[in-house]
């Protein structure tokens, strides 16, 4: 731009270089000496009506007109208004150019050098013959911010609110504080400063942006912090918070078994839950590097875009403000991973579901206090039949680290807790990855959809030993095989025998096991057995009778076999059952001396007769 050509000039400037200083920057520079600023009607009502819906740009703008007054004050420049006021629908319409065609008007008319900062403002004024000047707002030195002043090496995130002392969020993911770093509150003219810093950065720094911007609220990315500033009327006060990364975390220091690795690389669909603040993000930007390093090719979807990744993983937001948008591109760039930050809307579920199975590996963060929280969250979002397909894996993160792994099964069987085989139906099982132990079931009951927690095993009551072997030795009159008894209640129990025993004991009709069930008062649930299995399990038993050690003090007796330590015996005196135990972890069994099984112990004993311990 050459000085002396607009040096007494008439300028028309448009409402981007209003917006960017460039007119009150060009004076201090000793540009536009005595010119005549001639700022059109429709730039003021722009800008006012930017500044009505809480946006910050149209402020920034209207303080530029107020810089303007006080240099033509000064007597550096003079300014005036022209033109008329665009009417309401023209200010609705100003995307479409509305606006910009009465701003050039006001060029055409005075005949003065047209300013903007916009390049299609430019090439429309050129195109239409207007002297046009086109300037590119001045790269700012990019300093250090007012809010880093805020800011320590172990601070997560800082709070500031007018009329409130300064606050933080400090300390490790697994340790975090929340505490004062200042006794002064924070005033309304600071925030305002820190405020229009940032928002300048957010402007002229091409490693920071707007990522949404509303009345009321902007959310900026500035480098590796997100900014969320929010005034009235959305908050009851001006505040800003502004949050970034403590860490940046290799998936190797979360000492992640070979197993798990591999099932991550498999190409499946993962949800990484927890509570906020555990180190999600932080564990997702983990995995993200570890793909990458692995050579596949990874992709993100964020809003805002503040995962810490390398150069080489592009990070996508909402592609027109929808993120509908940004999945029908990534599905023509072919990732074989994206990594979907903030799952938790149910577009977002639907969203998440629609490229897994399209086929592409998903990776999705979900806020929740259980992993099968995050499970349950698909529910109604997703069809039943299809969440293992669309996430087959849960990995929960507490105070930043892997606390639990789980993944999904899709099956037909009777659900846990009910017996009639017509009972089958679909069930997802949810099992703990490195135990493999089942720990919830899934499954529709009438019209309701079922999360069962399976549990510890129940509690087995004393008298049912006892029932398990009365029902035994009746059944084992009708069968020629092994008959295995188990009470699942005091008035129900699960029976195994071999298929060709089954007819024996059922009858016909089901007429023997009425007759059985009505003798023992016990409803029987008649199964085929696992033959095989039982047959191993057989073997792998240790069923040999041992000899304990026989002494009586003066309020036990005590049998001792540490043999058989915390386990669940029978005791017998030859061929005679006398009693059921569970061994102490000492490997003793303790009987009182007053009682009608410490004297039948001793009677045996008398008698000379064989005391043997056998294990269930």
Known sequence: MTESSKDGQKIVPDTSSVIDSIISEGVDRGDFKDARIIVPEAVVAELEAQANRGLEIGFEGLEELQRLQDLANKGKIKISFHG???????????RGGEIDSLIRETAIELKAKFVTGDRIQSMVARAMGIDVEFVKPEPKELGPLLIEDFFTADTMSVHLKNNVPPMAKKGSIGDVRYVSIRDEPSTYAELKEISRELLDRARSDHNSFFEL?????????????????????????????????????????????????????????????????????????????????????????????DLQVPDEITQYAPLDGNLENTADVLLLVRPDYTIYDEVRKTKDFEIFADMRLAGVGMIGVVHSNRAVDAIQRLIGRVEL??????????????????????????????????????????????????????????????????????????????????????????????????????????SRALVKVREKDMPRIIGKGGSTIDDIEKMLGIHIDV??????????????????????????????????????????????????????????????????????????????????????????
């Not at 008329?84 to 100003?94: E, G, I, M």
């Not at 792994?405 to 679909?426: H, I, S, Y």
């Not at 008298?463 to 009470?487: F, I, Q, T």
């Not at 009682?595 to 311990?613: L, M, N, Y």
């Open 385 to 490: 039949g299809v969440i293992p397909q669309v996430v087959d894996t849960v990995i929960f993160i507490d105070k930043g680290e892997v606390a639990k792994v789980q993944v999904l099964k899709f099956t037909v069987k009777v659900p846990a807790g009910m017996m009639e085989e017509d009972l089958a139906r679909p069930v997802i099982l949810i099992s703990d990855f490195e135990t493999e132990k089942s720990e919830f079931e899934i499954y529709t009951y009438g019209e309701q959809v079922v999360v069962m927690p399976l549990g510890e095993e129940k509690e087995r009551k004393p008298s049912w030993k006892l029932a398990e072997g009365e029902v035994r030795a009746v059944l084992e009159d009708y069968s020629k095989g092994p008959v295995n008894v188990e009470m699942v209640s005091d």
């Open 213 to 305: 911007s509303f009345s009321g609220a902007s959310v900026l990315q500035i480098g590796n912090m997100r900014i969320a500033i929010a005034n009235p009327p959305f908050s009851d006060d001006f505040e800003i918070t502004a949050v970034r990364p403590v860490a940046s975390v290799s998936l190797e220091q979360y000492r992640l078994s070979d197993k798990l690795k591999e099932r991550i690389c498999d190409q499946r669909g993962i949800l990484i839950a927890g509570p906020p603040g555990a180190g999600k993000s932080t564990f997702a930007a983990g995995v993200a590097n570890f793909l990458n390093n692995m050579e596949f090719v990874v992709k993100t979807m964020e809003s805002p875009r």
């Open 84 to 94: 008329t006021r665009p009417n309401l629908d023209q200010v609705k319409l100003a």
């Open 527 to 616: 199964r085929k057995s696992d033959e095989k299995g039982e047959k191993k399990r057989q073997e792998e038993k240790d069923t040999s009778p041992h000899r304990p050690i026989i002494e009586r003090t003066d309020r036990h007796v005590i049998l001792n076999v540490p043999e058989l330590a915390a386990q669940d015996v029978e005791i017998y005196a030859g061929d005679t059952f006398l009693f059921s135990a569970t061994v102490g972890r000492h490997g003793d069994i303790k009987v009182r001396n007053d009682s009608t099984v410490a004297d039948s112990v001793i009677e045996a004993v008398e008698e000379g007769e064989a005391v043997t311990v056998r294990s269930l």
